[in-house]
């Protein structure tokens, strides 16, 4: 599967940005979807996983509450809606698939930038 992630971009403390995630292939309904993070200097970070149905979700603390990941089997995507994004949200966001133990598939990463 080939991952597209789309959507990142300049914004201020407190605002909010949905990044997409556009996945090629007709068994995209079959794999797990993940955002991970990785800002400047720093190692990646996971941020959210959601199952192959939607049905369950997981989240970082650092992000939970504030993000929700969601995927729409019918268009091959997966979203994550970030609020109240703070400075220290500051980072390329890829998303990645997996089917079985791993993620095997990442997107090419979307900036994000959230200015004080």
């Known amino acids: 599967v080939q991952l597209q992630a789309s959507g990142g971009g300049l914004v201020q403390a407190g605002g909010s940005l949905r990044l997409s995630c556009a996945a090629s292939?007709?068994?995209?309904?079959?794999?797990?979807m993940g955002w991970f993070r990785q800002a400047p200097g720093k190692e990646r970070e996971f941020i959210a996983t959601i199952t192959w149905s939607g049905d369950n979700t997981n989240y970082a603390d650092s992000v939970k509450g504030r993000f929700t990941i969601s995927r729409d089997n019918a268009k091959n995507t997966v979203y994550l809606q970030m609020n109240s994004l703070k400075p220290e949200d500051t980072a390329v966001y890829y998303c990645?698939?997996?089917?079985?133990?791993?993620?095997?598939?990442w997107g090419q990463g979307t900036l994000v930038t959230v200015s004080n």
């Open positions: 990645a698939a997996k089917r079985a133990l791993k993620f095997d598939y």
């Open positions: 292939g007709r068994t995209f309904s079959s794999y797990a």
